[in-house]
């Protein structure tokens, strides 16, 4: 599963790791998020990343 | 500075560094200031501290209205070093175990700063707190500049406490724009450039949501340098103009030369802009400072950069000022690259892949000449000026 990386702060999404402290469990692909899941460092909303070269 | 009263109750009880000329590699000029602001209510609070060194300043500053120890609530709106630096020595002095209010983000950033268990708060955004005839709203404002930046505004006396956002690098006993002068936006833009510009969509965002949740500003207290208060609506449409980016008719060619070779190139290109209607400015590297040369960026249309190469490479000050502008993240702009070189030549292409990473659209290709330049080089170096003026007219 592809990293994606929040073009404002610079923080990386890792699909393996997910984002438990926003309820996102590992294993999640980026494709998964819930459409309001937003930036765990700076809040940018989905729309905000791009996948990692 | 000694403590002055800004509103009813409201005290900026900040520092003045008069000496300050490199701020993590900002130059500057005027100084600085680290103001931090005490509200005596039925709660006395405490908004941000000043940077390590100036702390006994801070507590006299404080003493001088109000005994320290009476402080029942410190409110850390930012983690940087500068307002932050002499938590551990207030938090000490009034007290351990006084509450301290942060975001959540700011919570776990000065956990990564210091290591005492203070009685951290950390705010959800919009909350509010009563200290008596006077209720505090927390705005978490997300990098800007740093994930745990916020702001604290009070409805009662329609001030913000902005934190980074607004302030200038100004070091004086002038404490408000209607005292300063104009010049103070120079100062003001400097910082905008230098600190913000890279956030320029969320405060366009923010900008919109105090709009829309109607907050009412009489006055926007930042941390650095003077209060707005006669007319906080320009520094507020001054933000809302510098991150839209729009350019102006303005080119400038940022350069360095080891033997005068690229420098003429760089004026000969300049004088070609110019000779088209732009305005055009070379910009020798190490006769100005890269933060003076990111303010000049701004409102540019086209940067153009220059570097001799130098053993197969650019030349050390051309990628600082690049390294610097691409985490700054300029938008619309037009890119070329040009340089004299000896041998190899490299330097042209170095500049070209730099700039086009930021994404500007390329003026190719970039202008090459073999040492020295002779009057037909220079020739070449006039168009080359004349083509980028045209592509700006033309924008």
Redesign the interface.
Known sequence: MDKYVCN??GYVYDPEAGDPDSGVDPGTAFADLPADWVCP????DKSEFSKED | MRAVEIAKGVYNVGVIDWNIRDFHGYSTEKGSTYNAFLIVDEKVVLIDTVKKGFEDQLLDNISRIIDPKKIDIMISNHTEMDHSGSLPKIMHYIGEEKPLYCSKMGLKNLAQHFKQQWNYHGVENGEELNIGSRTLTFLETRMLHWPDSMFTYCKEDKILFSSDAFGQHYAGYEMFDDVVGHTIMSHAKKYFANILMLYAPKILKLIEHVGEIGLDIEMICPDHGIIWRKDPGKIIEAYAQWSRQIPEKKAIVVYDTMWHSTQKMAEAISAGISAEGVSARPIHIRSSHRSDIMTEVLDAKAIVVGSPTLNNNLFPTVSDILTYMKGLKPKNKIGAAFGSYGWSGESVKLISAELEAMKFDMIEPGMKIQYVPDSDGLASCMEFGRQIGRAVNRQ
């Open positions: 404002v702060c460092v700076c809040g940018a």
